[in-house]
């Protein structure tokens, strides 16, 4: 290139899009373009951001270049398109009024954790904003839960209560200024205000009301603290009787609660992290991460019951570092509710539903328009994996391999979430929570009534659970003059796992979970699926047994293990010499045995969890649980992790495959008979499990041809037998297809059930 041309200008206009609006993107470049020495303008429109500039030609390729790899820490670009354009003379760089409907396409931010700009500020004696718990600039904050409408304007957000004042007013102002069009912007001579209460509503007088309420936690007190999607429940950490008193009153009985430590070195005294985990914990969305406890430990082992992992997140808002600033090793920060109801989010409503557990309330004036719980991930399998997908990630979008119609997925009953399709996205809701009472339902419409609004989509196309007493299903029903999809369960779990990789199919599907609606009307979570997005095939499956008491039987485990015995040993089991069997009485066992017998109550089941449930009883770890998934896990966590021999198990020919649960079941009782340690019982179940389905996926591609099989459902949060099968069908040179950006659990059932109706709808 000569001297003469690299100096001609030249002039490019480039169309952004993304989360590019209300994250910092237009005084970026602003700042860029005036650093590259080039002259125009940034608009928002209807599709992002638009951006013309004009310079010499290798200032425009350094531009061009830096957009697109230093874009804003909130930012995220999923497009861009250059156009060569005639120069228009500009004089300067400018930022410009939004053009056209910008607001109907700005992808929301979510809320992501203070900046370590704010955070130096806020513990910075010389800056006015010292100690100010709502510090926050573009780079930080919140987003999505104080958004009621579009576009994301203060207007439009809780913060409209809130005028700023004229220095905050100034930085808002100024491009130059990392505060720049921030809509939460705010000091303490002009926003949000933190004041504390005890549980009769009287307001404690206190010159610092959050070091005040520190000492309440250090004399043993549950404190209420209004965060950024919700209340917590907090309690010192190493305070055993605050702890157990907070679960008691909570109703709240083994299930792990979550802890808050101000910075990776204080984690270190209680849990081990790796570097993958540490890199978790620091990121922007704060998630709690799942991390291996260190024996021994301070913290109370209320904590964590019969488990081996700790739930840890980092401070995330500036009122929270300012409260662990006061020497807390750990703070329990559990959601802010009674077990199964939507956490808290306005001041009132906590005031009325946790003046029974909290004796003290951290609140402040700031309204959050929709509630986000924490968001809980674990690395497995050499990946970070979303357990629950919520504050942080929601409502960054995931990208689809092709453009699909105006979607609402339902979701199903248990850790529901919603997805809207638009275009190439699919916009997955936060955590809503088991629909199992009204408070959750009315949150489900709430949060379908919002994310409509805010993505200003309203759907073609409503796809649902296949079960009709889901609640989601039945809110589904009753929408008016709109098309509805019923998805399976377990196709939906496929689905979504192929959605997230973006492939085709057809796949062979390991859908292993609890509970879902078979079309033969048993309860399926046992399945070897033929699946594409159009529809599936029933390869294989765990032979059924009766499900004795139907739901009771998933809350006590024994009742399974009786079913699973019965199944192997006929009326002949109940003379084996098994703990279990002592631990009932011959009534319970006569009712059980009736009920099976007459099948009265006992639905036929398929599932996989219910076998661990059942083994998890039988070496004497479960006979109830107190909640989900409970007995699973714990057989989880006792297992082995010396090499162990694996039961012998196999499959029966037919259409579909059958897997008998019979000789594996007649295996684990003999090494319970034997005196065999539950540890290596466990070790041996899984190794069994994981043999067996690579071998089973084997066979069928003997049979098929295919060579890709996707792993989804709740039972694949089980690390030993994700890491196991994906190892095992690995070494069968098997592609493997496993979720990270959205559960594997019920979580992602919303994803696949908008795939498959899009899939419907394009044939």
């Known amino acids: 290139m000569s001297p ?70 909130l930012a995220h670009i999923v497009e861009v398109t250059s156009t060569e354009v005639t120069p228009a003379g500009y004089t300067d760089f400018s930022i410009t009024t939004s053009r056209g409907e910008a607001a109907m396409a700005t992808l929301i931010s979510p809320d992501v954790s203070i900046c370590d700009d704010c955070r130096s500020e806020l513990f910075d004696p010389a800056d006015r904003r010292c100690g100010y718990p709502f510090i926050n600039c573009t780079n930080c904050g919140p987003r999505y839960t104080i958004i ?41 001579a002009c926003g949000p205000r933190v004041t504390l209460f005890d549980n009769r509503r009287n307001e404690v007088q206190a010159a610092d009301p959050i070091a005040a309420a520190a000492e309440l936690l250090r ?86 019951p019969r488990n081996r992992y700790f739930g ?137 009534r919002h994310m409509k609004r805010i993505l200003a989509v309203e759907p073609e196309i409503i796809a649902h659970d296949l ?64 699946a594409d997005a159009k529809g599936f095939t029933r390869a294989a499956h765990l032979d059924t047994v009766p499900m004795p008491g139907s739901a009771a039987a998933i809350k006590q485990p024994w009742r399974m293990a009786l079913s699973y015995l019965h199944r192997a040993f006929g009326e002949q089991y109940r003379r084996l010499e098994l703990p279990l069997l002592r631990s009932v009485t011959a009534e319970q066992v006569r009712i059980i045995d009736e009920m099976m017998e007459k099948n009265v109550n006992a639905p036929p089941t398929s599932s996989l969890g219910r076998l661990f449930d059942g083994v998890a009883a039988l070496v004497g770890l479960r006979t109830e649980v107190a909640f989900e998934g409970q007995a699973a896990m714990e057989l989880e966590m006792i297992a082995a992790d010396t090499v162990v021999k694996p039961y012998q198990a196999g499959w029966t020919a037919g259409d579909p495959l059958r897997v008998p649960t019979g000789p594996i079941i007649e295996a684990v009782v003999s090494d319970v008979l034997a005196g065999q340690d539950a540890a290596v019982i466990s070790a041996r179940f899984h190794q069994t499990l994981i043999g067996l389905f690579a071998g089973l996926c084997d ?41 990270k950006l959205v559960p594997c659990n019920d979580g992602g059932i919303s994803l696949g059930q908008a795939a498959v109706a899009a899939a419907r709808a394009r044939r």
């Open 219 to 304: 004399r043993g007190k549950v404190l209420a603290v209004k965060g950024l999607g919700g209340f917590h429940l907090a309690a010192d950490a190493q305070n055993d009787a605050a702890v157990t008193r907070l679960r008691r009153l909570k109703h709240r009985e083994e299930k792990p609660l979550a802890l808050m430590a101000a910075d990776p070195a204080s984690i270190r005294s209680f849990a081990a992290m790796t570097i993958e985990e540490e890199r978790l914990l620091t990121a922007i969305q704060r998630p709690i991460v799942l991390l291996v406890k260190k024996e021994p430990n301070a913290i109370s082992k209320a904590v964590s």
């Open 312 to 448: 840890v997140m980092l401070p995330y808002t500036p009122l929270h570092y300012l409260l662990l600033a006061h020497g807390f090793a750990a703070l329990v920060m559990t959601s802010g509710n009674l077990s199964e109801e939507p956490i808290a989010i306005d001041n009132n409503d906590a005031f009325e539903r946790l003046a029974g557990i909290a004796d003290f309330f951290l609140i402040h004036n700031r309204d959050i328009y929709l509630r986000s719980d924490d968001s809980i991930i674990r690395h497995a399998a050499g990946e970070a994996r979303l357990v629950r997908r919520s504050r942080g990630y929601v409502p960054v979008p995931i990208f689809l391999k092709k453009k699909v119609p105006p979607i609402l997925a339902c979701g199903a009953e248990l850790k529901n979430t919603v997805c809207i399709t638009k275009g190439k996205m699919a916009f997955v809701s936060q955590h809503i929570g088991d629909l199992e009472n009204l408070p959750t339902y009315d949150f489900l419409d709430l949060t379908i």
């Open 4 to 73: 003469d041309m690299s100096k001609q200008v030249v002039a490019r206009k480039l169309e952004v899009n993304g989360i590019v609006q209300g994250v910092g993107f237009r005084p970026f470049v602003y700042n860029l373009a005036n650093r590259c020495g080039l002259k125009g303008e940034v608009a928002n429109t209807s599709s992002g951001v638009v951006i013309c500039v004009e310079g010499a030609r290798s200032a425009v390729e350094a531009f061009t270049r830096d957009l697109a790899e230093q874009p804003p820490p």
């Open 467 to 530: 079960h009709p007493d889901y609640l989601s299903t039945q809110w589904a029903l009753q929408q008016p003059d709109v098309e509805k999809v019923a998805v399976q369960h377990h196709h939906a779990h496929i689905v979504s796992a192929m959605s997230e990789n973006r492939i085709d199919g057809p796949v062979i599907g390991l859908s292993f979970d609890g509970t879902g609606y078979g079309p033969d009307h048993s309860v399926w979570g046992g399945e070897v699926l033929i």
């Open 699 to 739: 066979a069928l591609r003997k049979a098929s041809g295919l060579q890709a099989v996707v792993l989804s459902g709740g039972v694949f949060q089980n690390a030993i037998l994700l890491t196991g099968l994906i190892k095992a069908l690995e070494q069968k040179r098997f592609a493997v297809y496993t979720q």
């Open 148 to 188: 009621d409408d579009i576009p994301y304007d203060r207007p439009n957000t809780s913060m409209k209560h809130f005028t700023m004042c004229g220095p905050c007013q100034s930085e808002y102002d100024d491009p130059q200024n990392r505060r720049f069009h921030a809509q939460p912007n705010a000091c303490a």
